[in-house]
Antibody
């Protein structure tokens, strides 16, 4: 059974940093693109970042470029999101998802972790 | 990349059908047969319901169907049930050098 479990969310002050983690089980992690998607309170879904299996291709939404870094450790079957220079508008539930690139589809999602940026 | 356009809400009585539209451009919805639909209940993670316009993952009831014409995709839920009440989001592939793009979301209410 495919499972994705996020961790690392919490309350952080504006300008601060946070690192999210996503532990994957039930599939060959190193064979799949992975993604981060976020959802601000009461709002819709926003695609944040994609990362290819070997890290050779990475894409970010414009609003996080230069501040967020997506990375992965295939040996640990884990995906990460380093978030720096956090802003109030980054407050959201952050989901880790498996990305099937040939269909452009996020086929499995984690339960999400809440990041709150506030003083 | 602009969000795909969905109606904010849709409703129907139990047993009836509801159809949700998802309008994009030739750079996303119209350019690829890679439209997906996700169901999200309050406080829960999104769940994949339709992929590649009209394909259903294992375990998704055949009451859920998808289609596409030009730059607009649609999700139809037939034989509406109480548990279908949720938010629905479409998404589309937008090219090999881009992230995917989501729709604005539609709240489906079972009357």
């Amino acid at each position: 059974e495919v499972q994705l479990v996020e961790s690392g969310g919490g309350l952080v002050q504006p300008g601060g940093s946070l690192r999210l983690s996503c532990a994957a089980t039930g599939f060959t992690f190193s064979s799949y693109w992975m993604s981060w998607v976020r959802q601000a309170p009461g709002k819709g879904l926003e695609w944040v970042a994609n990362m290819k299996q070997d890290g050779s291709e990475i894409y970010y939404v414009d609003s996080v470029k230069g501040r967020f870094i997506i990375s992965r450790d295939n040996a640990k079957k884990s995906l990460y999101l380093q978030m720096n220079s956090l802003r109030a508008e980054d407050t959201a539930v952050y989901y880790c998802a498996r990305y099937y690139v040939w269909g452009g589809v996020l086929d499995y999602w984690g339960q999400g972790t809440l990041v709150t940026v506030s003083s | 990349q602009s969000a795909l356009t969905q109606p904010p809400s849709a409703s129907a009585s139990p047993g009836q059908s509801v159809t949700i539209s998802c309008t994009g451009t030739s750079s996303d919805v119209g350019g690829y047969n890679y439209v997906s639909w996700y169901q999200q209940h309050p406080g829960k993670a999104p769940k994949l319901m339709i992929y590649e316009v009209s394909k259903r993952p294992s375990g998704v009831p055949d009451r859920f169907s998808g289609s596409k014409s030009g730059n607009t995709a649609s999700l139809t839920v037939s034989g509406l049930q109480a548990e279908d009440e949720a938010d629905y989001y479409c998404s589309s592939y937008a090219g090999s050098n881009n992230l995917g793009v989501f729709g604005t979301g539609t709240k489906v209410t079972v009357l």
